[in-house]
């Protein structure tokens, strides 16, 4: 089952996350962790249940009409390959059909093995 992110998703959601170790830590560690709570909500996200348990999620943020910008994707480690990455991607898409949607990411792998086009790059300043 997919379905909106609702507040009391929150300690079962950061368990997920915290499983995926240090790459992650700034969702979980310290103040990193309250903010990143009140991004989930003030975002566009979705969680995937299976057994009671959230296996995965998207969160996206939406650039006011203009693009869509999905900023994580993540799916357990132990159900990867079964193509729940891409169902979260789905429901970003039919939530926002017609409209330019982009991934932010460093994990460029995954999404050329998804076939997506990889257009330009994101700098920090």
């Given at each position: ?8 998703d929150a300690s079962m959601l950061m ?14 560690q310290g103040d990193g962790k309250d ?91």
């Open positions: 089952m997919i379905r909106r992110y609702r507040e009391n368990k997920l996350i915290e499983s995926e170790g240090d790459e992650w830590s700034s969702y979980y903010k990143y709570l009140v991004s989930l909500k003030d975002s566009i996200t979705y969680i995937m249940i299976i057994d009671n348990e959230i296996i995965g999620y998207i969160r996206a943020i939406d650039d006011h009409g203009f693009d869509v910008y999905i900023c994580d994707l993540l799916v357990h480690k132990e159900k990867r390959g079964n193509h729940y990455g891409k169902r979260l991607i789905q429901v970003i898409q039919s939530h926002f059909i017609g409209r330019d949607i982009y991934v932010m990411s460093d994990v460029d792998g995954y999404y050329i093995k998804e076939g997506l086009e990889k257009i330009g790059s994101i700098f920090k300043i």
